[in-house]
């Protein structure tokens, strides 16, 4: 049966908020009026085909690469949807890291894959282990899907790594799809796009969670060029025209990239630092510890966790996301990123909800 729904967009559209919402996963909105752009700059309308120039131009030279590799999309949610359905066709064999990003799954489900999971164990701290690919890849694998940072740990995997796990899908001709949406939250020595570490590496981002941006969905693949072209093809089927007011106020946003990435990181730094305190004073919880990333992923000691998500919602006014979505029952996920001085208080009442489990 393939998919046709994704359970955790219906959770997170409908229940996500809260008065303390940790169930976030990126930074707080950039404020528009701090864009430097007029009305007067904008149009309905312009030149926009296979991509408009000027954003392919900004996007290829911020990850490094010919405009040729770049295909723009609706933010990284379109840009996965396209790359999986140019890759992939029914009955093809998909590994899939666990646990990860719900919607990818989904995606592959509805495309009509046949997923196998790599584990990356919560032992190793949600490690990317090649050693867990070997383990479950076949001649008949088509594609290998992960997510660096990995949603829903932050955890950075090395490029030694990631190189490894390329060799692999190489050996059997398959391509691997890296989601690095959270990647520039690595605010220092920020890795470059793994695009660059072989042709079968296939890349998708977007401004959106770690610059304040979702709302221009401002999305882009890196692919060769070959697969590129066939990728705008494809999307003819899909998106077609893309909104062309969002492609201007994206250029000059590439422009002030810089600056709008270090509002964001104070306040991620901030909301870390809390975090860690939070973490080391708590006895109820237990999370890897990581330098990045705008989510934690933390597991429940003991006590049932549907009581204690339901509590604190109800008593605690605090929303976090169910473990549940990434297949980690035990768990859950808190953002950072959003504002500092809700983040204090959420942590302060999932601390107070803690001590009644
Ligand atoms: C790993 C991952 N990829 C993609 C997305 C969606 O990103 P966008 O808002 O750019 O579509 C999310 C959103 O939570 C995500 O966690």
């Known amino acids: 049966m393939r998919r046709r729904h994704s359970d955790y967009m219906l959770w997170a559209k409908t229940q996500g908020r809260a008065r303390f919402n940790l169930a976030t996963s990126g930074v707080g909105s950039f404020p528009l009026n701090e864009l430097p752009v007029s009305i007067e700059q904008l149009k309905i309308d312009g030149d926009s085909t296979y991509g408009y120039a000027p954003l392919q131009r900004a996007i290829a030279k911020k990850c490094g690469v010919d405009p040729d590799c770049v295909v723009a999309a609706a933010g990284t949610s379109m840009a996965n949807h396209l790359a999986m359905a140019m890759l992939i066709g029914p009955g093809d064999e998909v590994l899939i890291e666990q646990p990860t990003y719900e919607l990818l799954t989904s995606t592959l489900l509805y495309l009509g894959a046949a997923v196998k999971h790599f584990a990356r164990t919560e032992e190793s701290g949600f490690a990317l ?45 398959a391509h691997v799809l890296v989601d690095e949406v959270y990647l520039d939250a690595v605010y220092t020595d920020t890795p470059k796009p793994s695009y660059h570490l072989g042709s079968e590496f296939v890349v998708t981002s977007s401004l959106t969670k770690v610059y304040g941006l979702s709302g221009l ?141």
């Open 129 to 173: 282990d090649p050693a867990q690919v070997r383990r479950v890849i076949t001649r008949k694998t088509k594609l290998i899907v992960l997510t660096n940072l990995h949603n829903p740990s932050s955890v950075l995997a090395s490029e030694t790594t990631l190189r490894e796990i390329g060799g692999l899908a190489r050996s059997v001709g």
């Open 217 to 357: 969905r401002c999305g882009w693949i890196l692919a060769e060029p070959d697969l590129a072209r066939a990728m705008w093809r494809l999307n003819d089927l899909f998106a077609s025209i893309p909104a062309h007011p969002a492609e201007l106020l994206s250029v000059v946003v590439f422009e002030n990239l810089d600056h709008i990435r270090e509002r964001a990181r104070k306040i991620v730094e901030a909301d870390r630092a809390q975090l860690q305190e939070f973490l080391s004073s708590q006895q109820g919880v237990s999370s890897p510890r990581t330098d990045f990333g705008t989510t934690a992923i933390l597991r429940l000691a003991h006590g049932s966790i549907d009581d204690f998500l339901t509590r604190l919602r109800t008593e605690y006014e605090t929303s976090v996301v169910p473990g549940k979505f990434f297949g980690l029952p035990n768990h859950f996920r808190i953002g950072m990123g959003v504002d500092s001085e809700m983040f204090r208080e959420g942590l302060q009442r999932i601390g107070r909800a803690l001590k009644t489990v």
